[in-house]
């Protein structure tokens, strides 16, 4: 009997199209795979529409489409067509790079309910920089346009030690825009962020003054603008529940086909992903060694296993676990009950010591571009984390 027919195991809600890992920007935080020049092949429009026809089939209901920059696909008015008519909530998930006014009209004719823009400061300075382009004055347009189209718009901001201070010029331009949300995400350490940890790691105090200034915003504009400040999880003691829990609503697909359930899955050794190239999206759901691998409770070791807490959090997130204990198997060490929380303590100690530097000498930013990629890619091929391979990668940056 397998897993669906024993009717444990939910269908999937979300389904991510990353339609591209090609992107003209090249921020120093994104979650990208850093070795994604390992993985340059791209579906086609047909398999897209095979991939979004079997998904819907089994249940889910968002569509989110993603990249890399997904404007860099011309099929990307066809597959949101597609989607909508199938009867997907969808969503575009974008720098706005290429977002031009021709498109939003194709795009709105095309029916995408949603759009989520990306901006890295309300400084051009800041946002040029970390995203390594001069893209700012063009996002600023690209988000007018956006309202003068009628989206609904999230404006989405990362923020770190360089731009948590300007927490309230980033709220101030997302009402200048009129963006109905506001996400002010808290740098992951995953991917090309992970690499530049060092760099980007906030202090203490820089995140509770931050709540403080968007406490105070919310009870300035209520309804008008829905903030979203999300901690990261280096300064907590209880891990989230990351992707809902693995295999339970999350089905991302990488512009090659492969089927993760998660983001960054592709960080973590002894998997290999079932691709929808050759493989069902039913069968890659219900019965793939790579999404039952941490389904549920049974893989889970001690502390997790006995834990009173664990439906609350899964265990926390599998990719964390790996990138700071080396198995992704052990408990999320963001948990102060993990024998391993320590290492995260470490860190947290030492970005209070550090001081923001543009220039420097022990770890220089990697900008996520095809160069850095293939020299972390060589790096990771020899067993090194990436925290490792910044110090090596000096001379690779522009
Ligand atoms: Fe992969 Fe959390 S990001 S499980």
Redesign the pocket.
């Known amino acids: 009997m397998t897993a669906r027919d024993q009717g444990v195991i939910a269908p999937p809600l979300w389904l991510l199209a990353e339609l591209t890992y090609r992107c003209p920007l090249h921020c120093a935080f994104c979650y990208n795979p850093v070795n994604y020049t390992d993985h340059s092949s791209e579906l086609t429009t047909e398999q897209w529409i095979g991939v979004l026809r079997e998904a819907r089939a089994l249940g889910a209901a968002q569509l989110g489409f993603s990249g890399g920059e997904p404007l860099l696909r011309d099929d990307l008015e066809v597959l949101v067509r597609e989607g909508r008519q199938l009867g997907f909530y969808t969503n575009l998930i974008t720098s706005g790079i290429g977002l031009t006014d021709k498109r939003l009209d194709a795009l709105k004719d095309a029916g995408l309910d949603h759009i989520q823009l990306s901006f890295q400061d309300s400084t051009q300075e800041l946002n040029d920089f970390l995203s390594s382009t001069r893209t700012f004055d063009l996002k600023n347009r690209v988000a007018k346009s956006i309202k003068a189209h009628g989206f609904p718009m999230v404006l989405n901001c990362v923020l770190h030690r360089y731009n948590l201070p300007h927490v309230d010029k980033i709220i101030d331009m997302a009402l200048a825009m009129g963006a109905e949300y506001l996400e002010l995400a808290n740098t992951?350490y995953?991917g090309w962020a992970h690499a530049n940890r060092a760099q980007l790691m906030p202090t203490a105090g820089q995140l509770r003054e931050a709540e403080a200034v968007v406490e105070r915003y919310r009870e300035k504009i209520g309804h008008r603008c829905k903030i979203y400040f999300v901690v990261p999880d280096y300064f907590e003691t209880r891990p989230k529940k990351?992707?809902n829990g693995?295999g339970s609503v999350f089905l991302g697909v990488a512009p090659d086909g492969a089927a993760l359930?998660?983001?960054?899955?592709r960080?973590?050794p002894g998997l290999s992903f079932p691709n929808v190239k050759d493989t069902s999206v039913r069968d890659i759901w219900y019965e793939s060694d790579a999404f039952n691998r941490?389904r549920g409770f049974d893989w889970m070791k001690e502390p997790c296993r006995s834990c009173e807490e664990k439906t609350i959090d899964a265990g926390?997130?599998?990719?964390?676990a790996y990138l700071l204990t080396g198995d992704p198997a052990n408990a999320d060490p963001v948990c102060d009950k993990s024998p391993h929380h320590e290492t995260v303590i470490n860190v947290v100690k030492r970005a209070a010591g550090a001081a923001v530097q543009r220039e420097p000498e022990e770890h220089p930013i990697v900008f996520r571009n095809d160069t850095n990629s293939r020299r972390l890619a060589a790096l990771k091929t020899r067993g090194e984390p990436d925290h490792h391979n910044v110090a090596d990668l000096a001379g690779a940056r522009k």
């Open positions: 992951q995953y990351c992707m693995w359930p998660c983001h960054t899955a960080s973590l941490f926390g997130c599998r990719c964390q």
